[in-house]
């Protein structure tokens, strides 16, 4: 009885090609998954570096990884066993026809079906993450107004900040009585601290009323700026608030003017 023919040299290599094609995509829909699953990780480490009170869980980064790991792991095994029962086939001489693109299919809908699920996530993530950073600052300025120190964000360096702010200084014939760096003599002394500056400055045309109509302002004059960065990496402008000065010291209103000028200093030092 004559045996059948064997395949050519070319089905063989084609059914490779096949194989090796849907072990990379299975490979990438594993490597995928991980970054995935991991990725409600890195949010709470952002969280965690951002002084978040919110804690992020992983779960739903989580699940949308470990699907796409076992979607991988079960593309692998299907190409593996669909390979070997093809060169079983060749090698008695089988003739296949033309298979369905149905597990192709399947699939691209399944990563689309991912794809849509996570942006979804990610969107409602975005959200409460920007109310909450803003309610962090806005939290954080209504802390520091309270006890009689306003603190404006700057878009700046401290250096740049308190450059810019010699500068307005100059301009306006404000003398600059002092300028301390606190973090360069922390250094001095081997110790590290945050970029920290503080300015002292005035002019004696406008604080000498002050002090004839509240002598207890003296503790407060010059008065002072201070520009510092915080945990987080963010640059602040800080400064004495002007109605807490006068409430402190009964100060005149018609005299609050001659101090309210250190909140149009920060603002542009700020800018």
Not at 198 to 209: D, N, V, Y
Not at 237 to 246: F, G
């Amino acid at each position: 009885m004559e045996s059948a023919p064997r395949a050519d040299l070319s089905d063989y290599l084609a059914a490779e090609r096949t194989l090796l094609a849907w072990v990379r995509t299975g490979l990438a829909l594993m490597g995928f998954g991980f970054v995935v699953a991991r990725f409600g990780l890195f949010l709470q480490e952002f969280r965690a570096v951002e002084h978040s009170a919110v804690k992020q869980q992983p779960g739903l980064s989580l699940w949308f990884g470990t699907a796409l790991i076992f979607a991988g792991v079960l593309v692998n095994v299907l190409a593996g066993w669909h390979y070997t029962r093809l060169i079983r086939g060749l090698d008695r001489g089988e003739r296949f026809h033309s298979r369905s693109a149905m597990h192709a299919v399947a699939i691209a809908l399944f990563l689309a079906l991912v794809g849509l699920a996570m942006a979804i996530y990610l969107i409602s993530v975005r959200g409460p993450a920007q109310s909450n950073s803003r309610q962090s600052e806005e939290t954080f300025m209504a802390s520091t107004t309270d006890n009689g120190i306003i603190s404006r964000p700057s878009n700046h360096s401290v250096d740049q900040t308190v450059e810019k702010l010699k500068s307005i200084l100059q301009a306006k014939s404000v003398m600059l009585f002092a300028l301390v760096d606190h973090s360069g003599e922390a250094e001095k002394v081997g110790m590290k601290m945050r970029p920290t500056k503080l300015l002292i400055f005035g002019s004696p045309k406008a604080g000498t009323p002050l002090m004839l109509a509240a002598p207890s302002i003296a503790i407060d004059l010059p008065l002072k700026i201070l520009v510092w960065e915080d945990g987080r990496g963010k640059v602040w402008v800080s400064y004495n608030s002007p109605a807490y000065l006068q409430q402190r010291h009964g100060l005149p209103q018609d005299l609050l003017q001659n101090i309210a000028v250190v909140e149009m200093l920060a603002s542009k030092a700020g800018e």
